[in-house]
């Protein structure tokens, strides 16, 4: 009797998936010489920082909450520390939605960027890593591409300003994309004209520009270039990615903790879960998450049919209707099936004059 309640936690999840900003945790991993093993804060403000950090450190954290994230996760590993290996162990058991490491070598972007791949495909964690110059081709890595950042007499690399750039996407709300978003505090970057940003963007580059009067994002795209059947267009775009990565954590957390080993596997029971997965969908459909109309759950006849079959016969599934089949007894398995349709944002408006 306790599923129909997970209907009201998923009305809960929508409402806070609405204001992300509100949501976002960024984690920021650094090396530091004031600890002598690894050490995690939980951040609220950016005078929460250790004092003992270096000043570079500290500068990276005063950047992190720059974007306004509610919740700042601190990883400091000692400066010694030859690579991020038990950096990366300990983020694999916290929550959060997009890391950096601001400071990381060159030599460390390519374990890094491995690491986001796998925990992002291979271990349902379903996050986004702003990494320097690193061209990883995937929507869980984004590819900060733009050095000699300069905010005032400062000069910044690349690597320098992850934290910047990810406490500004765990920040902004689902409705809000990266694209065009002004970073105040930068006085100037290198110059690119619009086919050299067109060029950068297209191959998965996420750089700044100057537009003659201020410094700000050129587009909000992930590293993903190569494009498939599981992983296509949209999966180039962070507002997209976001609103993806947030409803599938949002569904399987429920899912997992209300429902797995706590209901009767029966018919009804599925089409209450259904019922409760399409009043999510439906609460951010309401909220511009999601394009209307378009996001719906429903059991997976054809997955079911196969299992069936394999615990039944082919020949006695052959001879069941459709409904029979999505009345049958799946013993502990529960096959769903969704379409999900995110709402972009406006990002390329084409408008013909007539005189």
Do not use: C
């Amino acid at each position: 009797m306790g599923l129909p309640n997970v209907n009201i936690i998923f009305k809960q999840k929508a409402a806070s998936a609405v204001q992300q900003g509100a949501v976002g945790v960024v984690a920021i991993v650094l090396k530091d010489a004031s600890v002598s093993a690894l050490t995690s804060y939980e951040l609220h403000g950016a005078d929460e920082s250790p004092q003992a950090l270096k000043a570079q450190n500290a500068a990276y954290v005063q950047q992190a909450f720059m974007g306004m994230p509610k919740l700042v996760k601190l990883v400091v590993i000692p400066e010694t520390e030859t690579d991020y290996s038990k950096a990366m162990q300990y983020l694999e058991t916290i929550a959060f939605n997009v890391v950096a490491f601001p400071g990381a070598a060159t030599a460390d972007v390519t374990a890094l960027s491995t690491w986001a791949k796998n925990v992002f495909t291979n271990k349902d964690r379903k996050i986004i890593a702003v990494l320097p110059n690193s061209a990883a081709d995937h929507p869980s890595v984004v590819n900060l591409a733009t050095d000699n950042i300069e905010v005032g007499a400062q000069k910044y690399t690349a690597t320098q300003y992850t934290a910047r750039i990810a406490g500004l996407i765990a920040g902004l709300p689902l409705t809000v994309a990266p694209t065009f978003q002004v970073l105040p505090e930068v006085t100037n970057v290198p110059s690119m004209t619009k086919s050299e940003a067109d060029t950068a963007v297209n191959a998965g580059k996420f750089v700044l520009y100057h537009d003659g009067e201020k410094v700000k994002i050129a587009r909000g795209v992930t590293s993903l270039v190569t494009t498939t059947e599981a992983m296509g267009e949209d999966w180039k775009k962070i507002k997209v990615v976001r609103i993806l990565n947030k409803t599938y954590q949002d569904l399987k957390e429920t899912v997992e903790d209300f429902y797995v080993g706590k209901v009767q596997n029966s018919y009804m029971n599925k089409l209450l879960l259904i019922s409760a997965m399409n009043a999510y969908y439906e609460s951010l459909e309401q909220d511009g998450i999601l394009d209307p109309g378009k996001n719906a759950a429903e059991i997976d006849l054809a997955a079911q049919r196969t299992y069936l079959k394999s615990i039944l016969g082919t020949e006695v599934v052959a001879g069941m209707t459709d409904q029979q089949v999505k009345e049958a007894n799946t013993r502990d398995k529960v096959f769903i099936m969704a379409r999900q349709r995110p709402l972009d944002a406006i990002e390329d408006v084409t408008m013909t004059v007539y005189l």
